[in-house]
């Protein structure tokens, strides 16, 4: 994987962790199924366009989310643990 790409799914890792814990904590204090679904609609758009902005397609963020979960030496990277 080039550089350029480990950079572009970084960024776009830490913006769609980041909505997705916004978005978790708000869907605790929804009580009815729809507002929980425009919600958890509204996390979705916004972490498509989270990777869009990075400068990934979906697949290609996909696909290195499941390396990074196949490889740990790239999860390191990503991670910096």
Excluded: C, W
Excluded at 56 to 65: A, E, F, G, R, S
Aim: charged share 20%; no cysteine.
């Amino acid at each position: 994987m080039s550089a350029g790409t480990l950079a572009k799914f970084k960024r776009a890792y830490y913006s769609v962790k980041a909505i997705a814990q916004k978005y978790s904590a708000e869907m605790r204090q929804v009580h009815n199924k729809q507002d929980a679904l425009k919600l958890r609609q509204l996390a979705q758009t916004k972490m498509v366009s989270a990777v869009k902005s990075a400068g990934l397609t979906i697949p290609q963020y996909n696909n290195v989310m499941l390396l990074m979960q196949r490889e740990p030496a790239l999860r390191q990277k990503v991670l910096g643990h």
